[in-house]
């Protein structure tokens, strides 16, 4: 897998674009960015391509987009790369000509789709309305791509809970020293509106559907994989929610999780890794957000077996904190008459008694 950095400098009502002079894509017209190098963070591989590109030193920029190009042709072997987009708004110097890009100010009316890349069309417009976004493309050896989609993401954070939260010394932590993990949570929901919680009966935990993010994995295709492994169905109308960032001293780790709201679709059988059979994993439906909520807040360290007492307290932080938001969003549907599950119940495929 590779991973790469495009940067789109904005002043104004204009953005920062160069015709390629050299390497992949050569000719075309697009941000600045490359590739990561070796321990490179996405924010230190932007910073150093945009300098070596434009001469100019980003101080003010931000991550608004992450893009999967699956089956990418790349030094004749297919791979799969994973492109981190910002866009930068302050910045030191003046941009300049480099021997990789012959840079050029173009007004939001005039960029010239014509001559990027086909797949700027699909998503260039969200980040120039300010929005958040997933994109995915599957390429063909033609560099067109045969799929596709862009979608919302949601960056606010609902949650940061710390060990101090919980009566636990943090001993010095420092979060920016600290590895994170990254993961999606399911506030899953079926016909009648129940929520779908994870029950691990062996250790008396409940938690949402969900899990870690894979190496080069989209939030909403962690989402979709953890939800079809861990309980077994499709998803769909997928709504984000934000995200919840555990900082676990004792761990020495950040857990930044992506929250979403959907309903079920189809159920295709689950896929159970070994420590969840051992934990005794079952589905179980409270009737509403309220039961939900309830079982989740009754939860303890000295309700669960004790090998889970100290991460117990941060999955009942992050769980009520997406069940809350999401019982925020229907109840905002419901009120204006758009609430979101409106298939029959024969849609959902399955004649399972739950």
Known sequence: MIETTLIYLRKD???????KL????????AGVGGKFEEGETARECAKRETFEETSVTLTKFEEVGRVVYDELLWNNKRERNLMHVFVATEWEGEPQDSDEMDLEWYT????????MWSDSIEYLPALLRGEHFEAYFHYNDDYTFSEHWVKPISDEILAE????????????FEPETAWTRLG?????????????????????????PGGGRNTGELAYENLEREVQEEVGYTVREIVPLGRVIEHRAKQNKNVDCYGFLCFVDKFVGTKLEEDE??????EYWAKDFDEALKIL??????????????QINYWKAREMAF??????IMAEQQSTGAVANNQADEDFGNDRDE
């Open 13 to 19: 009502n204009k953005i920062l674009l160069g015709k």
């Open 22 to 29: 050299r390497g992949f894509g050569i000719g075309k017209i």
């Open 108 to 115: 939001l009316r005039d960029i010239p789709y014509e001559k």
């Open 161 to 172: 809970p710390e060990d101090k939260d919980f009566g636990f010394d943090d001993n010095g």
């Open 184 to 208: 999606a949570r399911a506030v899953l929901l079926d016909k009648d509106f129940r929520v779908c919680l994870s029950h691990g009966k062996n250790k008396n935990y409940f938690k949402l």
């Open 277 to 282: 059979i051992e934990d005794g994993m079952e």
């Open 297 to 310: 807040e009754e939860e303890s360290s000295e309700t669960v077996a004790s090998s889970l007492s100290y």
């Open 323 to 328: 069940v809350r938001r999401a019982k925020q």
